[in-house]
């Protein structure tokens, strides 16, 4: 049994719309106790760094688009090894007033990275923010039959507005309107993202995110990457994170890596499934151990929350937008047959000797590319969820519901790659 002790035996909080915004600051001003928990006197084994028990209440003022978040968190927590006495662990208790922002994404219209954008505006919405998501290019397009911006519909079902057009012509497109926040979810160069981030200054926004990428470490002796690493000085990514931190004094910098997620229109998991419900052997270039990492989106999204929600702790820093545990490239085909209910052959070749071009016979980078998320978790107190072995089956669902598992398709580098190894 748990026995909680305080000196205050109840906490009330209260949240008419009929009172004044002065109330609810004063309310969220609240200082409380701290809360003892007391363990049982039998050894309890020790608990893992990661392990960082919170509870979050919340509640809203639709007054003062405010809201009170009572956020429990361990100052510490020990269980002794060899003594049987009680433990204590403290919990501080402290309330805070999250402010509820307007906030503009500017979406890509292809690629990956598309999907981060679809799936940040569901959250930001989600937690009572006003969004405007600016995508590429125009509504009519063929580009917005495919997910997921075929599915653009949830966003304004959820309150959010959707727009098109040239991000170089962002003041015109959203026409005056004025936000807290910009997400650059577009660009690879500065060229492409200099208007957004000239016009956000000039209308007085006061947060700047931009979505760069993991490609621009350079490769390292000792994986995995973390933020500070030397990056590509010539990297059209690096150009504009310069640029945003000499105009903007609140500012965050993504780098992701490789994603899933339902709405991703990017082949990778696919590239593996095409193989195996076909019953064709799996070609991985070098010996498979290479270790890389794959996130599903819900995590990049969560952690761009956080930045908003917490822009003073976020402000000037890069995160790695990635997963908290890598993966072997063999791994990935071992995950994708579990996922898929079959059994998968995988081969290894050498992509010089049978003279073929990785980038086209393989979906992945062939070395080592992954990076850990460690800013992400000691700023802004995020967590990953991804759970690859859950959220392939997740991707698979998708891929047998577009029948693309009866698609007729072409293998012709793998022929030429199973015929240099006399592989049926």
Not at 59 to 64: E, F, L, T
Not at 109 to 124: C, P, Q, T
Not at 392 to 410: G, H, M, N, S, T
């Amino acid at each position: 049994m748990w026995s909680t002790l305080s000196s205050n035996q109840n906490c009330w909080f209260s949240n008419k719309s009929d009172k004044k915004k002065s109330s609810h600051l004063s309310m969220a001003a609240l200082a409380f106790s701290s809360l003892c928990l007391f363990s049982p006197i039998y050894k309890l084994p020790s608990p893992t760094p990661s392990l960082s028990p919170r509870l979050s209440l919340s509640s809203s003022s639709p007054s003062a688009s405010l809201s009170y978040i009572l956020t429990i968190s361990p100052s510490f927590i020990t269980y002794p090894r060899s003594s049987k006495r009680l433990s204590v662990s403290s919990l501080n208790v402290k309330a805070s007033v999250a402010e509820k922002k307007k906030v503009l994404i500017v979406n890509t219209n292809s690629g990956g990275h598309a999907v981060i954008g679809f799936y940040f505006a569901k959250e930001l919405l989600g937690s009572s923010h006003e969004v405007t998501i600016l995508t590429v290019g125009e509504e009519s397009s063929e580009k917005m039959k495919k997910p997921p911006f075929n599915r653009f519909a949830e966003i304004v079902s959820a309150g959010g507005k959707t727009l098109w057009g040239d991000p170089a012509e962002v003041g015109k497109i959203v026409a005056g309107t004025a936000f807290d926040v910009v997400l650059d979810n577009n660009g690879k160069d500065l060229e492409t993202v200099k208007p957004v981030i000239d016009w956000a200054k000039s209308c007085g926004v006061k947060q700047f995110l931009f979505i760069s990428s993991a490609g621009i470490y350079k490769q390292t002796d000792e994986p995995p990457h973390v933020e500070g690493d030397v990056v590509k000085a010539d990297a059209g990514h690096v150009g504009v994170e310069k640029y945003i931190a000499e105009i903007f004094s609140s500012w965050a910098i993504f780098r992701p890596q490789y994603m899933t997620g339902s709405g991703n229109n990017k082949d990778c998991e696919e590239w593996f499934f095409d193989r195996i419900v076909r019953n064709r052997p799996v070609p991985i270039p070098g010996s498979g151990m290479q270790l890389t990492n794959i996130s599903h989106v819900r995590d990049l999204s969560s952690m761009l929350t956080l930045a908003i929600e917490k822009p003073d702790a976020a402000s000037g820093k890069i995160f790695n937008c990635v997963s908290d545990r890598a993966v072997t490239l063999d791994g990935i085909a071992k995950l994708c047959a579990q996922a898929a209910g079959q059994p998968v052959e995988i081969v290894h070749y050498d992509p010089k000797s049978i003279g073929v071009d990785a980038k086209k016979a393989f979906p992945f980078r062939t070395m080592h590319f992954y990076a850990e998320p460690r800013a992400a978790k000691d700023i802004l107190g995020w967590q990953s969820t991804t759970n690859l072995t859950q959220d392939l089956k997740e991707r698979f669902a998708e891929y047998v519901k577009i029948q693309r598992d009866k698609k007729p398709l072409k293998f012709e580098i793998d022929d030429k790659i199973l015929e240099s190894l006399k592989v049926q």
